[in-house]
């Protein structure tokens, strides 16, 4: 079984349900960015023991959350060392917009990724684009790059679509399986 951690900053609690829900399909370890932008104790070890790394981030203002991005600028003592070299990566955000500039943050993420040597990973689902389709569906908002929820702006982490949720498990589930087969 391949060790994942999901590492992901969380401003007001949706993105941290989000991150949940990709740990629970991944059988992962959860390390939460603080509000100041910092890993907790042992945060930095226990990324560099993992197989796979899913980051994750609400989209703020069109990109990642500062908090996110001073942990992402942090890593390049990591990347000067190339410790991440080879790792499975991936990634998801949360924001109040149905498309909220979503893509610029996975395209962030996937960029640090790069950054790293790292090796991503996508969505792997298929899109809820018919007209039959409801708002709860597995990959209603159709992403193929990385995990992406919508959380309406008056409502709290327990109003998120279950859909978007499930989509999250299934998303940690699947980084899982591919970091399974790089890690034997």
């Given at each position: ?73 942090a890593s ?28 610029s943050t ?48 008056d409502g ?29």
């Open positions: 079984m391949p060790k994942v951690v999901v590492v992901y900053h969380s401003g007001y609690g949706h993105t941290q349900r989000m991150a949940q829900s990709v740990a629970s399909g991944a059988d992962a370890q959860l390390v939460a960015i603080d509000a100041e932008g910092n890993l907790p104790e042992g945060g930095w070890d226990t990324l560099a023991e993992a197989d796979a790394i899913i980051f994750g981030s609400p989209t703020y203002m069109g990109s990642m959350s500062w908090q996110f991005k001073k942990f992402a600028d390049s003592k990591v990347w000067f060392a190339q410790g991440w070299k080879d790792k499975v990566a991936a990634g998801f955000t949360n924001s109040a917009g149905m498309n909220g500039d979503k893509l996975l395209n962030a993420m996937f960029a640090l990724a790069m950054q790293h040597s790292m090796i991503w990973v996508s969505q792997g689902l298929m899109p809820a684009n018919t007209k039959s389709a409801k708002r709860d569906d597995v990959n209603y908002l159709v992403s193929y790059s990385g995990a992406i929820a919508q959380s309406p702006s709290g982490a327990k109003d998120m679509s279950a859909g978007d949720l499930e989509t999250a498990r299934l998303f940690g589930k699947r980084v899982a399986q591919v970091a399974g087969k790089f890690s034997r």
